[in-house]
């Protein structure tokens, strides 16, 4: 019975290890179908901007206006967290 209970304690890390190889497995897949999809999507913008040059030039505007929207918010936000302490 004494060589028994080794087997199974091998046995259940094994398991153990294959659970969470096949985990890990998934969480890279995953990872790496959000990875597609960006370049895709990437791939898709490069195209639609060469196509239509102005459509890049209102991009970064839009891009320009978020990134001072977001500065602002920041500074609103630190004021607010400030004036709580």
């Given amino acids: 019975?004494?060589?028994?209970?080794?087997?199974?304690?091998?046995?259940?890390?094994?398991v153990k290890m294959l659970e969470d190889l096949n985990r890990d497995?998934?969480?890279?897949?995953?990872?790496m179908e959000k990875l597609s999809v960006q370049a895709t999507w990437m791939?898709?913008?490069?195209?639609?901007?060469?196509?239509?040059?102005?459509?890049a030039n209102s991009m970064r505007r839009l891009e320009?206006?978020?990134l001072n929207c977001k500065e602002e918010m920041e500074k609103n936000?630190?004021?607010?967290?400030?004036?709580?302490?």
């Fill in 77 to 85: 936000w630190q004021e607010i967290h400030i004036q709580r302490l």
């Fill in 25 to 31: 497995l998934e969480k890279l897949l995953e990872e």
């Fill in 43 to 55: 791939a898709y913008d490069m195209v639609v901007m060469r196509t239509n040059p102005d459509l």
């Fill in 64 to 66: 320009d206006a978020f």
């Fill in 1 to 14: 019975m004494a060589k028994s209970e080794p087997r199974e304690r091998n046995y259940d890390n094994m």
